[in-house]
T-cell receptor, first 115, second 113 residues
Framework: SAVISQKPSRDICQRGTSLTIQCQVDSQVTMMFWYRQQPGQSLTLIATANQGSEATYESGFVIDKFPISRPNLTFSTLTVSNMSPEDSSIYLC????????????FGEGSRLTVL | GENVEQHPSTLSVQEGDSAVIKCTYSDSASNYFPWYKQELGKRPQLIIDIRSNVGEKKDQRIAVTLNKTAKHFSLHITETQPEDSAVYFCAASIPAGYSTLTFGKGTMLLVSP
């Protein structure tokens, strides 16, 4: 299985601030995604992180709120901007290997609590 | 887009019983159906998957069945153990040129000793 690590694992943030989550994947991973899991809920895709170009966002998510970078094949960041308590969630980095349609591996998640 | 419905939302069984979780999907183009297990505070982990060219797949105590005509698939766990307690998510993927999954809302399985 692919190795995906992300940090921070958890953080408590103040309203109005921004936080950047980092994700590192191994070389088996070709595609990277960011998911949000609100408390007790399912996983919702935020965006696909594209290497060297703008991320592809899903409906309901915008670049100004969730800027994403992927400067190289194995590293991506997700920033949660101007946070409010509604942004309290677990943010999960995930990756897929080339030729394995649909099969996703997940990082441990970053649990954000916004006060 | 794809819509995945999952039932039940919670399932309580006694150790040794079987557990069945059912999912339906909306897009007939979906061709990949994984199941993920998420223990409390942990990452979701793939436990079994099935592709649309097969009807059933087994791996020890777990099995998945797929009915393409009815557009539903199910997870079967036999001889449940307390360590099977977790939230299980089904998902479906369409061949969109890249890997994306639509997840069901999850089933919390509680196995009592």
């Amino acid at each position: 299985s692919a190795v995906i690590s992300q940090k921070p694992s958890r953080d408590i943030c103040q309203r109005g601030t921004s936080l950047t989550i980092q994700c590192q994947v191994d070389s088996q991973v070709t595609m990277m995604f960011w998911y949000r899991q609100q408390p007790g809920q399912s996983l919702t895709l935020i965006a696909t992180a594209n290497q060297g170009s703008e991320a592809t966002y899903e409906s309901g998510f915008v670049i100004d709120k969730f800027p994403i970078s992927r400067p190289n094949l194995t590293f991506s960041t997700l920033t949660v901007s101007n946070m409010s308590p509604e942004d309290s969630s677990i943010y999960l980095c995930s990756g897929a290997r080339q030729g394995r349609t649909g099969e996703l591996f997940f990082g441990e998640g970053s649990r954000l609590t916004v006060l | 887009g794809e819509n995945v419905e999952q039932h039940p939302s919670t399932l309580s069984v006694q150790e040794g019983d079987s557990a069945v979780i059912k999912c339906t999907y909306s897009d007939s183009a979906s061709n990949y159906f994984p199941w993920y297990k998420q223990e409390l505070g942990k990452r979701p982990q793939l436990i079994i998957d099935i592709r649309s060219n097969v009807g059933e797949k087994k791996d020890q105590r777990i099995a998945v069945t797929l009915n393409k005509t009815a557009k539903h698939f199910s997870l079967h766990i036999t001889e449940t153990q307390p360590e099977d307690s977790a939230v299980y998510f089904c998902a479906a993927s369409i061949p969109a040129g890249y890997s994306t999954l639509t997840f069901g809302k999850g089933t919390m399985l509680l196995v009592s000793p």
